[in-house]
């Protein structure tokens, strides 16, 4: 690990640009890895992922890896594989329920720095809403569904998927294309990648 990369972890680690919004205070949860490959960009981290500091330690998580087709060894301990969410911190639920999005000061004051510092990178995986419009503003009109129908478009730098929660259980049922078709291609890709670096 070279001096500019400890440097920004160090940075990234001391950021409190959103503090006063943070209902458990800032716990950025990002992990970069110079030579990565693949790089997962998600939403922001959960209140499990909050406490142990380690990014997709939930069942989301677990359906993120069978997705990949990588165990937890794998995933955590391969140098191909980078995890960088929209927001760094996790953002608090709303009243009725559910988690707020990612703070929108995240992204533009740390994604170009992160990604600067992975040159490798091939395939990134946009999980969920608040990425894809992120890194594809183009289709901004455009549901998570008809993105991520669209996959092959934006091969070979990005992959849409929806977000692994359990709340998707019912769109899988749905949309039964992901699994047959989008799966088995996201499998052959991170296989070839792991086996490549």
């Not at 990565?36 to 998600?42: E, Q, S, Y």
């Not at 996790?90 to 170009?112: I, L, N, Q, S, V």
Request: charged share 25%; net charge positive; glycine share 6%.
């Amino acid at each position: 690990m070279n001096a500019e990369f400890r440097e920004l972890l160090d940075e990234v680690r001391a950021c409190r640009i959103c503090a006063e919004h943070l209902p458990l205070g800032p716990r950025p949860v990002v992990v970069p890895k110079p030579r990565a490959r693949i790089l997962i960009i998600g939403q922001a981290p959960g209140t499990r992922v909050h406490e142990t500091g380690i990014p997709w330690d939930d069942r989301s998580g677990d359906r993120l890896r069978e997705w990949m087709g990588v165990d937890r060894d794998i995933f955590y301990g391969s140098p191909a594989i980078a995890v960088m969410p929209m927001g760094f911190c996790y953002p608090g639920r709303f009243a009725k329920g559910g988690d707020r999005p990612p703070r929108t000061e995240c992204a533009p004051a740390w994604h170009a720095r992160v990604l600067a510092v992975m040159p490798a990178i091939e395939l990134t995986l946009l999980v969920g809403t608040y990425a894809q419009a992120y890194y594809l503003p183009e289709q901004k009109r455009k549901s998570m569904t008809e993105i991520v129908r669209e996959w092959r478009a934006f091969l070979p730098r990005f992959l849409p998927t929806p977000h692994p929660s359990w709340r998707t259980t019912g769109w899988l049922k749905r949309n039964p294309w992901f699994e047959e078709d989008v799966l088995p291609d996201l499998r052959r890709r991170v296989r070839r990648m792991l086996a490549n670096r």
